[in-house]
C-alpha cells in the first residue's frame, strides 16, 4: 500500500476513533495517554502506520461495544439533539 492509500485508510479511522471518545463528552486520561503513545509510535515509526489502521479500527470496536454493554454513554448525541429542539422552539 502506497503513502496516499495508507492516508485514506488511515485518517478517517483515526477521525471515527476520535469521534467516538468525544462522543461520550469525557476523555481520561487513560484514553488521552494511548492516543498520544499510538501517534508517538507512528512518528517514531512510519513503517508501523499500516499496521496501526487496524489498531485504530479495532479500538472503534470496542469503544461501539462498549456502549453496546452499558459501560460508556454517547452523551453528545442527546445533548445535541436538545440543543436544536430548545433552538428551534
Not at 496516499?4 to 495517554?33: D, F, G, N
Not at 509510535?41 to 456502549?67: D, H, K
Not at 454493554?69 to 429542539?85: D, I
Amino acid at each position: 500500500m502506497g503513502k496516499k492509500e495508507i492516508r485514506v485508510v488511515h485518517v478517517p479511522r483515526w477521525a471515527t476513533v476520535a469521534l467516538l471518545l468525544l462522543a461520550s463528552m469525557s476523555l481520561s486520561a487513560y484514553e488521552a495517554a494511548v492516543l498520544f503513545l499510538f501517534w508517538l509510535v507512528q512518528f517514531l515509526f512510519p513503517s508501523t502506520r499500516n499496521a496501526m489502521i487496524g489498531v485504530y479500527g479495532a479500538w472503534c470496536v470496542w469503544e461501539v461495544v462498549l456502549v453496546l454493554v452499558g459501560r460508556k454513554k454517547w452523551t453528545a448525541f442527546s445533548a445535541f439533539a436538545r440543543t436544536w429542539r430548545a433552538r428551534r422552539a
